[in-house]
């Protein structure tokens, strides 16, 4: 399913997920082992996480068959879209591994940018702050995303932090031997161009959210981007992130998230729990991203 950020696009976008039907909080098992708790209280561990060995091959299996994995890996990114397979494990040989875990740095804003980095596993969250330490999450980049380097040289600087949210590994390039990838071969020049302007599109559709949309909508739109982005795309699959990380996303505070995510929840719209929100109506919570209330609110 093509993802689209755009204003316009969200009734129609989600509308299509197979379990876009209204449901209540009773319809569903409570799962073994998981607590429900007030939306405010399911704030991320601060856990420190010893740092591991990085290996060249970790997660693509032994030396002798790495490269292979790699290799169509890199032909399943868009990025890499059209090439021909011998072009793609040309790319593959270029490429180096490195593991992450969680919490860890993997640039960091106002870094010089070395390389081109992709997600080949597990999931990113691209920030920035402001002088004060403000955090505002730009974007959630999984499997297969780009996170930075494209169409950028060496003495450029990184715009923004690129943190990983759990285990992750990340293929990376180094950005003069991508150029010359970029040169050799044309698709992949075109196939960066509609990358960058895709991100672009991206940026300005969040900035008129921001601009132009009260909180609450802003807020459901997160909830429904973090579905669509899920591979099962279903509405009860877990949002597995803090209210603090929405707050950053939706461009609002900890304690407004809190305050609309229990309301919803008594609404039967969501339901939070230890670590996780599970969205229980998702109609209903497109209904609040397009008019910014409960459907109740505007017929009581």
């Known amino acids: 399913m093509a993802i689209s950020n755009s204003l316009g696009s969200v009734p129609a976008e989600f509308s299509t997920i197979p379990n876009a039907v209204a449901t209540t909080p009773s319809s569903r098992q409570q799962q ?52 021909s397979l011998s072009e793609c494990r040309e790319i593959a040989m270029g490429a180096q591994e490195r593991l992450f875990l969680r919490g860890e740095t993997i640039f960091r804003d106002d ?31 999984d499997p297969g995303e780009v996170l930075d380097g494209l169409g950028l040289s060496m003495g450029s600087n990184h715009l923004f932090t690129a943190q990983a949210l759990g285990q992750c590994r990340v293929l990376t390039w180094d950005v003069g031997v991508f150029e010359g990838f970029v040169r050799r071969f044309s698709k992949l020049q075109g196939n960066v161009t509609r990358s960058l302007v895709r991100r672009l599109r991206m940026t300005e559709c969040r900035l008129h959210e921001l ?66 929100i599970l969205v229980e109506n998702l109609p209903g919570l497109i209904h609040i991203s397009t008019q910014g209330t409960p459907f109740h609110e505007q017929i009581g």
Not at 45 to 71: D, H, I, K, M
Not at 125 to 132: A, M
Not at 223 to 246: A, F, H, K, N, T
């Open 32 to 83: 073994p082992g998981r607590r429900n708790l007030l939306p405010g209280t399911a704030k991320r561990l601060n856990t420190r996480w010893r740092r591991r060995p990085r290996t060249a091959t970790a997660g693509f299996g032994s030396p002798q068959t790495a490269l292979e994995n790699v290799t169509l890996f890199v032909k399943r990114l868009e990025l890499f879209k059209c090439l």
């Open 111 to 141: 870094d010089p940018v070395g390389f081109v980095y992709a997600v080949a596993s597990g999931r990113v969250k691209t920030i920035r702050s402001n002088r004060v330490g403000k955090l505002v999450i730009l974007h959630l980049a």
């Open 211 to 276: 601009a132009t949309e009260r909180v609450p909508q802003r807020l459901a739109r997160v909830l429904l981007r973090l579905i669509v982005q899920s591979e099962s795309c279903e509405s009860r699959q877990p949002i597995d992130l803090s209210c603090e990380e929405l707050a950053q996303m939706a461009g609002t505070t900890l304690y407004t998230v809190s305050r609309l995510l229990c309301s919803w929840a008594a609404e039967g719209i969501i339901q939070p729990e230890r670590s996780a």
